[in-house]
């Protein structure tokens, strides 16, 4: 993919949130009649329990190269133009703060949301990004996740298909 | 072979700074990195975390790697247990 | 679906344009860690002509009207909590102006790319709302258009399934 | 009962202001709307449009009308061509 069609970083939280907006400018194009996006949030609870923030840690390195990775899947699977960001924070996250956006921008809708959505998944189930949440009782846990071992991953998705995942906030 | 393995998420805590040295045969793949790893897991953890560390995946700064990959040249491994982002 | 849940507007281009943030913005919640947007924009091409602007009419007060029944139809599907930010253009925009934002909020991701997508396709076939494109050469056109009979809308939805609609720029 | 018709997109620049206005019986429906528009358009129109008129629908200000359904009491009908919004 060219590197002026896809945008993708790992965001410090200490440096400034994510901004959504940006965004859909970067996947803007006077070609592109649509763009679709995605925004994960911090919620206030998860399976249960009260959740006060978030914790990420990310191998941004390893990521930013998977995060390439899934946009050429989503070139190849919408077979047209299109422009992509993919930006994650890293660090402690309050309630409402800004986990993650991906915007695919592309010349007809469909494309756009197969993409957005084609790469969110992505970002949840495959890259190296981990999640502790921290509980109004000052309790934290490491969220369960996604195995990205061969033999674990076929277990996993057998297991996902039965009941929801349980590190999934958004 | 000298190799660092950098030990992320659930697994970071397990040991000093996140990080694991050992020392491999010339020629390692990651599954003998992976066999290697789960060993000093049980000799130097309190808890050695067996069943995390078998659905951790080992990694390169670039990619990935399978069982039967060849630990990179340069010495560097991440291990990454199941993921959570989004 | 509770007003508070639900922001339906018409927005006159010459007041200004429309925000996606705003849009965003309105969707969120503790609760939700999924939101879905679409951002229609008018891009410089159709059929093989070069567009140079389109002047969109609404009857706002219908349309309006309609946006809640949508809003109830993909409450209906999604069976969770759920915001919704529906906002389209009138007036004459010009390439890259934004026609129409759709946002839905939820607990989590599925439910709001679902509602999302619901929403943009019964806002872009259902709403009494009419573009007309202007071109290079300073001719215009009315687009052609999917007919609200309900006579005329099972023809449509076959001709629909054959070949790309005439009027969809995103 | 006097009915004012307002003309949407394509239909808009048929008649003076968008708007024609029709007598139509008491009692009248939908169908009876498009009937004597129809006419009003041959009659009227230097290009009737007749295939737009049939493909398009009758609206009060708060719902799409079947051509079964009553014309509004208060006589006010939108005739709405075929829509591209988004």
């Known amino acids: ?170 | 072979m000298i190799v660092t393995l950098t030990l992320y998420g659930a697994l970071g805590d397990a040991a000093a700074d996140g990080r694991v040295t050992l020392t491999l045969d010339h020629g390692a793949r990651v599954a003998d990195a992976r066999q290697a790893l789960t060993e000093h897991a049980r000799a130097h953890w309190s808890d050695p975390r067996e069943s995390l560390l078998a659905r951790s995946a080992f990694a390169s700064d670039s990619a990935v790697l399978r069982e039967h990959d060849a630990v990179p040249d340069n010495g560097q491994l991440s291990v990454l247990p199941p993921v959570s982002g989004g």
Chains 1, 3 share one sequence.
């Open chain 1, 1 to 170: 993919m060219n590197p002026e069609m896809l945008d993708a970083r790992i965001v410090d939280i200490a440096e400034g949130g994510i901004d959504a907006a940006a965004a859909l400018d970067f996947v803007s194009d006077p070609r592109f009649g649509g763009l679709a996006c995605f925004v994960g949030k911090v919620r206030a609870q998860n399976l249960g329990r009260v959740v006060t923030g978030i914790s990420y840690q990310v191998h941004a390195a390893l990521a930013c190269n998977l995060f390439r990775g899934f946009a050429e899947r989503a070139v190849q699977a919408v077979d047209c133009e299109l422009k992509l960001s993919i930006v994650h924070a890293t660090g402690r996250l309050a309630v409402g703060d800004v986990a993650v956006v991906v915007a695919a921008g592309t010349p007809h809708r469909d494309e756009a949301f197969r993409a957005c959505r084609m790469v969110i998944e992505a970002v949840k189930h495959e890259a190296p990004i981990w999640k502790r949440e921290h509980y109004e009782d000052g309790d934290s846990a490491w969220s369960e996740g996604c195995s990205l071992c061969e033999t674990s991953r076929e277990h996993d998705a057998g297991h996902a298909r039965g009941q929801h995942h349980g590190h999934g906030h958004g």
